[in-house]
């Protein structure tokens, strides 16, 4: 079991930090209800990123999420790296990298999610998200069942459906979330998640049976001027999840 923090036992928060001070905000203002995202994508060496991590990760209590960059698939290695030293509750993977990740975190409370991608078609997703095979002329495609059990055996603990933006692939949302629901897998809705479809995203998924939910709500609530999550818009999303769960 992870150490993840769910409102009702249901649904966590994941939003970005812009500096320490804005992850301190984002924190008090979810009621410890949220993985906040720091990406290896803003950092130039794991060394480095290891060192500033470390200050959120005292923080946050631990719920930091390890990024990759806006679903980055080059930065895999540097999430895998950094979970050798940052033990952090939550790590963002392509799905061809969970198993490595896990085995570098050295433990079975940390939670990895495998990031998958749409495939025009509901009920099969893409599993060659990876630096590689997300070029490959013939993408690897498979059900969403055969996804979510091959993530388990590699340690990972979530789907990742990445990039959905927002409600485009609202027919594959719902098969991904209806097979999340008939595995008892955590599920981590990514891309083009904003104030206003936020609700009804949420809604599929808690009407398909998901257990647990783990939406991501990044650029849509950042201030541009100062790249900061606005903490009025993550009292906004928390005030949403207790209305629905």
């Not at 206003?196 to 949420?202: A, Q, R, T, V, W």
């Not at 790249?227 to 999840?241: S, Y």
Request: aromatic content about 6%.
């Amino acid at each position: 079991m992870t150490n993840i923090n769910y409102y009702n036992d249901r649904v966590c928060l994941n939003v970005l930090a812009g500096c320490l001070e804005n992850a301190r905000d984002i924190y008090k203002a979810a009621e410890g209800h949220v993985e906040v995202g720091v990406l290896t994508a803003n950092y130039p060496d794991v060394e480095t990123c290891v060192e500033d991590m470390a200050k959120y990760m005292e923080v946050l209590e631990g719920n930091l999420s390890v990024g990759l960059g806006g679903g980055n698939p080059a930065q895999w290695r540097a999430v895998a790296d950094v979970a050798k030293t940052i033990k952090a509750n939550h790590f963002n993977q392509v799905f061809s990298a969970v198993g490595w990740t896990r085995a570098n975190v050295g433990n079975d409370e940390s939670h990895i999610n495998a990031l998958v991608s749409p495939t025009g078609t509901p009920g099969k997703v893409k599993i060659s998200t990876g630096p590689l095979s997300k070029d490959c002329a013939d993408p690897a495609t498979v059900s969403v069942d055969t996804a979510i059990t091959m993530i388990k055996e590699m340690g990972g603990n979530s789907l990742k459906f990445f990039p959905m933006g927002g409600l485009k692939v609202r027919d594959e949302l719902k098969a991904v979330a209806e097979a999340c629901a008939r595995e008892d897998f955590c599920l981590e809705p990514t891309g083009g998640i904003d104030l206003d479809n936020f609700e009804e995203i949420m809604r599929i998924i808690i009407d398909a049976g998901v257990k647990r939910i783990i939406p991501h709500v990044y650029s849509s609530i950042i201030d541009k001027s100062t790249g900061c999550t606005k903490i009025e818009c993550v009292e906004q999303l928390l005030n949403m999840v207790k209305t629905l769960v």
